[in-house]
Nanobody, 128 residues
Framework: QVQLEESGGGSVQAGGSLRPSCAAS????????MGWFRQGAGGDREGVAA???????AYAESVKDRFTISRDDSKSTMYLQMNNLKPEDTAKYYC??????????????????????WGRGTHVTVFS
């Protein structure tokens, strides 16, 4: 069973940057489809970005050209570089991992929350 732990959230002024990371505990990390989704105060979950084991990536339109997802397989860690943050990016960010068999669907529709394993989340607050 993959265990995931996020870190690197925080509070930042609009226009600033943060780089949350997600450490995976299992050796099967390299075969996993991984991604980030966020949940705001209203409770809705929004897929933010996803990355396949072969490096294919996908982004929500709301974060495209501002966020970059990456993974370092040697460290079993995934990252989300967030630049030019906006107050509407304020949310709790979760990393997720799941079988590569569903990655095509995850990438196409950004349905990151369908992935089977989630971390506990890290808060990101952007103030104006």
């Amino acid at each position: 069973q993959v265990q995931l732990e996020e870190s690197g959230g925080g509070s930042v002024q609009a226009g600033g940057s943060l780089r949350p990371s997600c450490a995976a505990s299992a050796s099967i990390y390299s075969s996993q489809c991984m991604g980030w989704f966020r949940q705001g105060a209203g409770g809705d979950r929004e897929g933010v970005a996803a990355i396949a084991s072969d490096g294919r990536v996908a982004y929500a339109e709301s974060v495209k050209d501002r966020f970059t997802i990456s993974r370092d397989d040697s460290k079993s860690t995934m990252y989300l570089q967030m630049n030019n943050l906006k107050p509407e990016d304020t949310a709790k960010y979760y990393c997720a991992a799941g079988s590569g068999l569903i990655c095509v669907s995850v990438l196409e529709h950004l349905r990151v929350s369908l992935l089977g394993e989630w971390g506990r989340g890290t808060h990101v607050t952007v103030f104006s």
